[in-house]
């Protein structure tokens, strides 16, 4: 249940808050969640990206840049930027499981490993650094970012609750 002060992030989206707000998104498979946050200020963003790379799809009519970690993240810390004098970004990565198992190698590498991948790339050339994570495995993830003060609590498909 959604109360008066979260924000539903869905998939392919993301948005900024302040505290005392809290950002959720829920099926976190192979797709990563991104929160982006500034201590001083306790506005944070977060980021529900499904793919890690648009440049196989830039030749398409329409090209929904909060589905890929390369468009979004950039343009989500821009927002932010635009909003906070002197920020000082940091960031906690959520997401990026193995959900299928295929007797092809090759796929097996999965989405989700490259979306972590490309989430860290990025994040690392923004110069943003990452101060916790919970990313892999093979379940479904769902998270609720407190902006008051910078915790997540993540919810694990038929397991535990994690905060970090």
Do not use: W
């Amino acid at each position: 249940m959604i109360t008066q002060n979260e924000i539903k992030i869905g998939i392919s989206d993301y948005k900024i808050g302040i505290a005392p707000d809290k950002l959720v998104t829920v099926g976190l498979g192979s797709c990563i969640g991104t929160v982006i946050y500034d201590e001083r200020t306790k506005i944070g963003g977060l980021s529900h990206i499904m793919l890690p790379d648009s440049r196989p799809f830039l030749e398409r009519q329409e090209v929904k840049i909060a589905k890929f970690a390369d468009l979004a993240i950039p343009q989500m810390i821009q927002e932010l930027k635009n909003q906070i004098t002197r920020p000082h970004l940091k960031a906690k990565i959520v997401g990026g499981a193995s959900m299928f198992s295929f007797n092809n190698d090759a796929f097996n590498t999965g989405i989700g490993a490259r979306n972590i991948e490309a989430v860290e790339e990025v994040l690392k050339r923004e110069r943003i650094p990452i101060v916790s994570k919970h990313v892999g495995g093979n379940a479904g993830r769902t998270m609720v970012v407190n902006l008051e003060d910078f915790s997540i609590v993540i919810r694990i498909v038929n397991q535990q609750v994690v905060i970090i």
